[in-house]
T-cell receptor
Framework: AQTVTQSQPEMSVQEAETVTLSCTYD???????LFWYKQPPSRQMILVIR??????QNATENRFSVNFQKAAKSFSLKISDSQLGDAAMYFC?????????????FGQGTTLQVKP | EAGVVQSPRYKIIEKKQPVAFWCNPI?????LYWYRQNLGQGPELLIR????????DSQLPKDRFSAERLKGVDSTLKIQPAELGDSAVYLC????????????FGPGTRLTVL
């Protein structure tokens, strides 16, 4: 079975600085998708970024980028120029590319605090 | 475009009482998921629907949980009777192009069982 681990329960960053959130996963599959979701205190889960395992190029969405290391099964999220609105819980998630499942497997989450 | 709508946002009940949660998907989204999120943890899948068919309910505790999606649009998740351990946030997510598409989440229903 696949598992996702986020080893940083809490992180903090100064506004305008850069922070990296860590995620590792375990799978025997070769094709899959990885996601970072943001969940602000209002609880609406929002997709931040998505990475296809077959793509070597790291995904980027404005201030958000990932460092995808397939061999190491590592998928970290870098937030540049941090803003107060980035404060939230961040979840790393895995989804198989096959098997007709769609099931997202989430890590435990990392709470990000942004200090003004 | 309206997002995924869930109601109620909060529910407090006594144990052994029944409770129901409602989800209205994004228009045109045929795939619908129910997840349960315990405090301080990531969501866990309970059930997935493709249109009105429950195609994956292996994680649903069927002794007390039930779900339906009549006409392949709105969905209801029910717990009867509720137990203290059912206190959690229940999230609905929908996707437009089947199981492989990006999932969009609703705000969730926070259930407290006393």
């Amino acid at each position: 079975a696949q598992t996702v681990t986020q080893s940083q329960p809490e992180m903090s960053v100064q506004e305008a600085e850069t922070v990296t959130l860590s995620c590792t996963y375990d799978t025997s599959e070769s094709d899959y998708y990885l996601f970072w979701y943001k969940q602000p205190p209002s609880r609406q889960m929002i997709l931040v970024i998505r990475q296809e395992a077959y793509k070597q190029q790291n995904a980027t969405e404005n201030r958000f980028s990932v460092n995808f290391q397939k061999a190491a099964k590592s998928f970290s999220l870098k937030i540049s120029d941090s803003q107060l609105g980035d404060a939230a819980m961040y979840f790393c998630a895995y989804r198989s590319a096959g098997g007709n499942t769609g099931k997202l497997i989430f890590g435990q989450g990392t709470t990000l605090q942004v200090k003004p | 475009e309206a997002g995924v709508v869930q109601s109620p946002r909060y529910k407090i009940i006594e144990k052994k009482q029944p409770v129901a949660f409602w989800c209205n998907p994004i228009s045109g989204h045929n795939t619908l998921y129910w997840y349960r999120q315990n405090l301080g943890q990531g969501p866990e899948l309970l059930i997935r629907y493709e249109n009105e068919e429950a195609v994956d309910d292996s994680q649903l505790p069927k002794d007390r949980f039930s779900a339906e999606r009549l006409k392949g649009v709105d969905s209801t998740l029910k717990i009867q009777p509720a137990e203290l351990g059912d206190s959690a946030v229940y999230l609905c997510a929908t996707a437009g192009q089947g199981w492989a598409d990006t999932q969009y989440f609703g705000p969730g229903t926070r259930l407290t069982v006393l």
